[in-house]
């Protein structure tokens, strides 16, 4: 480990910047305690933490502390009986998470409250005086306060994690029951009855360990998934991104270190622009609606040509984004064209001219079938980005170039790297981008330093997920996720369990259901190992999770893939990466997921404790309270103003209030960039308060992994521990009479 | 600074400055101590409100550094965590846990000093015996005793690790005559156990009555250094005492001093103390059935 982190530092200074707040916390750790607190670490005695605790526990029980945890838990019935829930499953899954919610935010106060103010009380009573008259060292007597206050809300969090698991075992029984009931009745429809036999089947709270797909890809049509043609279809219900790198030299070319921004830009596409070249292949699947409007003509009619007219080829849209996902350049601020010579001349137009011409890359018809490089037949379309759009590239570590079939009725076939992108250069009075001075810009790389794989994407539905649809004429698009290495999924009676969620939509309105007909997905497993294809039919409702099994033969190893299209017509499917299809890998039962859940609550208050009772040693109580949750929260405030806080905000409120004296607007610029960067630069250093996320998987029903405690832990670790070392050098320092 | 086994306390130009917030000298509380208090005697710390006594104590115990000079106690530098196993101390208020009750309280303190379960279950209820704190008293949260039950269980607690030093600030604040007799006898019987006793208190006939040496302190400073007795002897008046003289007697006593030269001698009956005839009449009532301790 500690010849991986050296490595790692010689190989790249940048990962001392990346990890400085843990070196910090190490130093803080192995200095204060080997250095300032050797011979108190010698004297290190847990029955003197242990009493110490023992007081401050004594202390917090006899005021009444855990009188809160009723009053929590009779808030949280009330709260939990007035609540309106989509279905059976989902009333529980909110009173577990106001239960959770309640503990956490008791827990958490309380252990607030205790640890910032009892220190300083010891110190303003004196009870100080008879406790450091013993042998008891300050790093005791820190440690003790710590464990004691731990000990309290522990206390806490298992009275609620009893209350919550014998308030929701009640409900459960309850909603069981009122399933059956409503199964016996038969007053549930034909989806309806399927999740309520599940419900019935599993129980209620049962947590599952699910797989997510490792990559989602929406295509036209259904591939052949060993070969590496893929589909998108037309009207722009698909794209493809490729994703290149935004390296400054390959865009740019070579400039000294030092040099300004401005001596770069003037180079490479700052100079020339960027060239991007997409090939592919197209099938024209009904009327060719993209054909261009004869103009009127007057006088006589000109004789038409014999026989049919040949076909303009279809259309594509070209346009670049950024690593943000926003679009840096739009395919109207591109020149398009089918061929280099009609581009050349587009170029030499707009050079003359200044102006766009009306053969953006909005548009760009693809050329005639020709011979390719890589020896097949294929259409090819260019756009050129102008230098002063291309400039735009000058900060993004890679950016994506995207194309969509614009055409109607086309299909159009991609092979596994359709686009390039080149920075050309100009021979006599020519731009070039195959000759010798030009250079291609390499394709964003992945860990394993192969290029990254194309990514196809559905369009995007305004409920924010990838949508397909289910036409009179068979689905329009397939949304593919793909599991690889994944672990064998437990099969129960020789099945293995699935789950399905997405949302419905019809015309831009949601489905809801018992409304209107159901909705069909069919899903296909294409198992990598075997070579086998196993169909299945799913009724879904919208934003409900549909569980239904396939035949464990249909898995057989790591590597497989399903395919999900809507035979139903007029129906919108929104789908989403990461959790519209997963495959239940076992199950769990909810008493272990409550427990590992309250693990997680309880780091989060030992870190509490930490901080409040290092804020205890050096400020008044009020003080200690305030700055515990200005740590606590301090990362999430400065997350939250990401975006406000990032680099420009200087030069952004120079503009806003406009500054016009040019010293007086620099010095306001680069002191608030400085002051947005220490901001930044101190979040770092402040807890993750997100790590301990206890409630959001129970609350889906989710196993809690392992990693996630682990996580907790680590926070805990590396901020608590510095913390308690911390308190222990201010209170060895410290005179405790006043 | 020379540590010698003999002496319990040394200090050598102890000295304390209380600064403000910018750092500048507030209050030179201390200035310049330097003394030795020997193993096995009962030493006096006397001086008005403010002298530097409370801080003397302080920075024998580490609760404050020295500004300059140093301590060092039963031959370890002062404030040494080691050295507190053997050092018993009795703030001057009794500064304790008050949602304890005194057993607990003990117990806990026990706990710090990593005694036994076993040990402590035999020594928590004779030491509440030795304090004088009974055994329906001992059940009762420290909130709810009087300030001489207070007094009571912080000696106790005190005295939870058989120490050899044993700090007293103000140990008779807030006793009643009975107590504070008690109190002075135990300091006595402490002694005889041969432990120091380091004795803080304005209080000087409580001093004059245990103490072997005394130092008082003014204004930070010493003032005066030595045995009790010498310092107390008026040393050109002879005192002569006798039980049962008659008239007769006396008139032929004062005669033969008059004939000596003496021309100014008093010849009178002594008085005891109140303190004497208080604790008398209290225990007469005291043997007949009543009880003044635990009451609160």
């Known amino acids: 480990m500690a010849d991986h982190a050296i490595f790692n530092l010689l190989a790249d200074p940048s990962w001392l910047g990346d990890h400085w707040g843990w070196l910090v916390a190490a130093a803080i750790v192995v200095l204060g305690l080997l250095g300032a607190g050797l011979r108190d670490l010698g004297r290190f005695s847990p029955k003197r933490i242990w009493a110490l605790s023992g007081v401050c526990f004594d202390e917090s029980i006899r005021k009444r502390v855990l009188w809160i945890a009723p009053l929590a838990m009779l808030g949280v019935i009330v709260v939990t009986e007035l609540q309106k829930a989509l279905d059976e499953q989902d009333a529980l899954r909110q009173s577990l998470k106001f239960c959770l919610f309640a503990t956490g935010t008791v827990a958490v106060m309380v252990s607030i409250i205790l640890a910032a103010t009892n220190l ?106 060993a070969g590496q043609k893929r589909v998108i279809s037309d009207q722009g219900n698909q794209d493809v991104l490729a994703e290149f790198s935004g390296d400054r030299a390959a865009l740019f070319g070579e400039a000294p270190p030092e040099a300004p921004a401005d001596q770069w830009a003037h180079q490479g596409i700052g100079q020339f622009g960027l060239v991007i070249r997409v090939e592919l292949n197209t099938r024209r699947t009904g009327p060719a609606n993209d054909q261009p409007q004869e103009a009127p003509t007057f006088g006589p009619t000109p004789p038409k040509p014999k026989g049919p007219k040949p076909l303009l080829p279809p259309s594509l849209l070209i346009d670049v984004f950024g690593s943000t996902g926003y679009q840096l350049v739009g395919s109207q601020q591109m020149i398009g064209a089918a061929d280099l010579p009609t581009l050349r001349q587009e170029i030499a137009d707009f050079v003359k001219t200044s102006r766009m011409p009306s053969s953006t890359a909005m548009q760009v018809r693809l050329s005639r079938p020709q011979p390719l490089s890589d020896g097949g037949q294929g259409q090819v379309a260019y756009a050129w980005v102008p230098p002063s759009a291309a400039t735009r590239l000058f900060n993004e570590p890679f950016f994506y170039v995207r194309f969509t079939g614009a055409s109607d009725h086309v299909d159009y076939e991609v092979g596994p790297q359709p686009v390039r992108v080149f920075v050309p250069q100009i021979q006599q009075n020519r731009i070039e981008f195959e000759s010798p001075g030009a250079r291609e810009v390499p394709l964003a790389a992945g860990r394993d330093g192969q290029p990254l794989p194309l990514t196809f994407r559905g369009r995007m539905g305004l409920r924010g997920g990838q949508e397909i649809k289910g036409t009179d004429s068979g689905p329009s698009g397939i949304g593919v996720f793909s599991f690889r290495h994944s672990p064998t999924p437990a099969a129960v009676n020789g099945q293995i369990p699935m789950e399905v969620n997405v949302y419905v939509d019809r015309a831009g309105a949601e489905v809801l259901e018992g409304h209107e007909a159901a909705t069909t997905l069919d899903v296909a497993v294409y198992d990598r190992q075997s070579g086998s294809v196993t169909t299945q039919s799913v009724q879904v409702e919208s934003r409900q999770i549909a569980f239904f099994t396939v035949p464990a033969a249909a898995i057989t190893g790591p590597d497989y893939d399903v395919a999900i299209s809507c035979p139903t017509p007029g129906r919108d499917i929104g789908l989403f990466p990461a959790d519209s299809l997963q495959v239940v890998l076992g199950r769990q039962s909810f ?24 804020c205890s040693t050096f400020l008044s109580w009020p003080i200690a309270l305030v700055l515990t949750v200005v740590l606590l929260l301090g990362r999430w405030g400065v997350n939250q103003l990401a975006d406000v806080t990032g680099p420009g905000l200087g030069r952004q409120i120079v503009n806003e209030f406009r500054f016009n004296d040019a010293p007086v607007a620099e010095v306001v610029s680069t002191s608030v960039d400085a002051l947005s960067r220490s901001m ?36 805990l670790v590396g901020f608590g521990l510095p913390a308690a070392v911390a308190a222990y050098l201010v209170m060895k320092r410290k005179e405790v009479a006043p | 600074m020379m540590a010698s086994d003999d002496e319990a306390v040394q200090t050598e130009h102890l000295t304390k400055v209380y600064k403000d917030f910018w ?26 409100n403010g002298s530097g006594k409370s801080t003397t104590i302080k920075l024998l115990l580490g609760l404050i550094f020295p500004t300059a000079g140093g301590a060092r106690v039963l031959g370890h530098p002062a404030g040494s965590t080691a050295i507190n196993q053997r050092i018993g101390f009795l703030p001057e208020e009794s500064y304790l846990y008050r949602f304890l009750n005194g057993e607990e309280t003990l117990r806990f303190y026990g706990r710090l000093f990593k005694i036994p379960g076993k040990e402590l279950n035999r020594r928590i209820p004779a030491l509440l015996d030795t304090v004088g704190l009974d055994a329906k008293s001992r059940k009762r949260k420290l909130r709810e005793y009087s300030k001489g039950m207070a007094r009571r269980i912080g000696l ?15 140990p008779t604040t807030g006793l009643d005559p009975i107590g504070t007799r008690e109190m002075k006898d135990l300091i006595l019987s402490l002694k005889a156990q041969g432990k120091t006793v380091l004795l803080c208190s304005h209080l000087l006939g409580d001093v004059q009555d245990v103490c072997d040496r005394i130092i008082i302190l003014f204004r930070g400073r010493m003032q005066t250094l030595g045995q009790v007795r010498d310092l107390l002897q008026v040393k050109d008046v002879t005192q002569i005492q006798a039980r049962g003289m008659t008239d007769q007697q006396l008139a032929e006593t004062r005669a033969f001093l008059s004939r000596l030269g003496v021309s100014d001698a008093v010849i009178t009956h002594p008085t005891t103390t109140l303190e004497e005839l208080f604790v008398r009449v209290v225990r007469q009532h005291t043997v007949a059935g009543q009880s003044s301790v635990g009451s609160g």
Not at chain 1, 591 to 607: R, Y
Not at chain 1, 697 to 714: C, M, N, R, T
Not at chain 2, 23 to 48: C, M, Q, W, Y
């Open chain 1, 680 to 715: 930044n630069l101190f979040s770092r250093v402040l807890p993750d308060m997100s790590r301990f996320e206890a409630i959001g998987d129970i609350e889906q029903g989710v196993s809690i992994p392992g990693e996630k405690l682990a996580q907790s832990l680590g926070v």
């Open chain 2, 156 to 170: 106790a607690q005190a005295l939870i690790n058989n120490p050899d030093l044993i700090l007293l600030d103000e």
């Open chain 1, 120 to 225: 300083p009380r010891d110190i303003e009573t004196r009870v100080i005086y008879t406790i450091v008259t013993k042998p008891t060292t300050r790093l005791e007597l820190i440690l003790g306060k710590i464990v004691g206050f731990a000990r309290v809300s522990l206390a806490l969090l298992l009275i609620m994690g009893l209350f919550t698991w014998g308030y929701l075992r009640v409900r459960e029984r309850r909603e069981r029951g009122q399933i059956a009931h409503r199964l016996r009745d038969g007053d549930v429809g034909e989806t309806e009855q399927a999740r309520l036999t599940h419900y019935l089947d599993t129980g209620l709270l049962t947590a599952r360990t699910l797989r997510s797909p490792d990559q989602f890809q929406v295509y036209g049509r259904m591939p052949d998934l």
């Open chain 1, 591 to 614: 008493e272990f997921n409550l427990l590992k859940s309250l693990c997680i609550l309880w780091m989060m208050s030992i870190l509490v404790v930490s901080l409040a009772v290092f």
């Open chain 2, 23 to 48: 750092g500048r000298d507030k209050v030179r509380a201390l200035d310049d101590l330097t003394l030795s208090i020997h193993r096995g005697e009962v030493f006096g710390l006397l001086g008005p």
